[in-house]
């Protein structure tokens, strides 16, 4: 999974000539090819950016782009099993390719999501800014190179300008899947519960600079039985529509710790917070009674915590986060460097860890400005007396860099995808053996 740079600076993002080099790593990588059967592609432009520059600076547009590509990153990072690239289509432009096995109607799933995502307010010193984005869709043809893909795109963006209120178009003219309303996919998940149909997959997380399995962080996702594989950024967001986000993190905490309890050693595991579970009054009692009843021991829990879902209510957050920590849970904070870092949540939250976005890691191989950044945030994060977890490690050279900068844990693509219960309870016990030998 790849996106470049520095809270997504538009300087560090690729051009598409990267893109080339990646599409042609992925079929020739005999590991994923067999796999992930289809490279899919979105081309995405945003409206009105000749207006936005005007009427509000060039450094405002450009501050809108930076958030637009810090959005879909976050939101690919949740969405997307496989690998996958952001690059600059030029403009106010960007390519998205992924390696990724889904259906057409998952394909398109994912980018109307994603344009509600991107749609969503922007703020500005000057002002809040609102785009209006419009996406072209394909799954690549066999071996049809990037060119042909991105001409095909291009028409289909073509389209979609010409056709008032059309946001999605795919390539030459494909007839755009039905799909399901809204309406729709919030009355299949009020049942997805109990038709099991929420999935719970493990991403594992290693000690730096040994290599020793950790942990694991717990990932949703939705079976859905039309639509195939749903990832945890489009499950929250329809569940929040539904007013169904409580139930849902109850259903996936308790799922995880259940699984977890199992594991051998000190294995950690890790369970994403969201905002709305900040704002529901009794979170706190009811996710510490769900520990209780799990036997899971709370030393050996970690809740994350991104600033988004800070930002509602700073107070409630510090107070709630301060009991979960006297019961022995530790905090993280979770995306640290995607979008607009505020660096008072360091001072005033009882945390353990920073989680470093992949933002964050992306150039430290070959840009001195990317390392010098990090560098610092270790520093800080030492004397704050926090520990740093560098996440979206996908190369041997970034592991190298984040262990030489001191970072304590990693996770990502180099050493493990996100795996089911079993795959990783395999893997738990594998490193229990005495004979078990570290990857080199």
């Keep these: ?251 996936i905490a308790q799922k995880a710790m259940a699984v977890a309890k199992a594991w051998p050693g000190t294995l950690r595991l890790s369970i994403n917070v969201t905002a709305a579970d900040l704002a529901f009054g009794s979170y706190t009692r009811q996710m510490l009674n769900l520990v209780r009843e799990s036997g899971f021991p709370p030393r050996r829990l970690t809740l994350e915590i991104t600033e988004q879902a800070l930002i509602g209510d700073i107070e409630l957050a510090a107070q709630t986060m301060a009991e979960f920590s006297a019961q022995g849970i530790r905090i993280a904070l979770d995306d640290f460097g995607a979008g607009f870092c505020n660096f008072r949540y360091l001072k005033v939250l009882p945390i353990h860890y920073l989680k470093l976005d992949r933002s964050m890691i992306d150039g430290i191989t070959a840009d001195r400005r990317d390392v010098a950044v990090l560098r610092a945030i270790v520093a800080m994060a030492r004397a704050l007396d926090l520990e740093v977890i560098a996440e979206g490690i996908e190369e041997e050279a970034q592991r190298l860099v984040v262990a030489r900068e001191g970072c304590a844990y990693f996770q990502g693509f180099l050493r493990a995808q996100p795996m089911s219960a079993a795959m990783f309870a395999k893997l738990a016990r594998a490193q229990d053996d005495p004979l078990y030998e570290k990857r080199a």
């Design 1 to 251: 999974m790849h996106s470049k740079g520095i809270a997504y600076r538009l300087t560090g993002i690729p051009g598409l000539d990267a893109v080339h080099d990646r599409i042609a790593a992925w079929r020739e990588d005999p590991v994923l090819m067999p796999h992930l059967a289809h490279v899919h592609a979105m081309l995405l432009s945003l409206r009105r950016l000749d207006a936005i520059n005007m009427a509000y600076g060039a450094a405002a547009g450009d501050g809108a782009l930076e958030e637009v590509a810090a959005r879909i990153g976050q939101f690919a990072e949740e969405e997307l099993d496989g690998p996958w690239m952001l690059a600059r289509a030029g403009g106010g432009s960007f390519l998205l390719v992924a390696n990724e096995a889904c259906s057409r109607e998952r394909w398109q799933l994912f980018a109307d999501q994603l344009a509600d995502m991107i749609a969503r307010p922007i703020p500005v010193p000057s002002g809040i800014l609102r785009l209006s984005p419009r996406v072209a869709l394909i799954r690549g043809l066999g071996e049809e190179t990037v060119e042909s893909m991105l001409d095909r795109l291009g028409h289909a963006l073509g389209d979609a300008h010409d056709q008032h209120g059309a946001r999605l178009a795919w390539a030459d003219g494909e007839i755009t899947p039905p799909g399901r309303s809204a309406q729709q996919l919030e009355a299949d998940l009020l049942g997805a519960i109990d038709r099991d149909e929420i999935e719970v997959l493990f991403q594992p997380q290693f000690n730096l600079p040994d290599d020793d399995l950790t942990g694991a962080e717990a990932l949703a996702r939705w079976n859905h039985p039309q639509l195939g594989r749903i990832g945890a950024g489009a499950l929250f967001a329809i569940a929040e529509r539904a007013d169904h986000v409580g139930p849902l993190s109850r259903h």
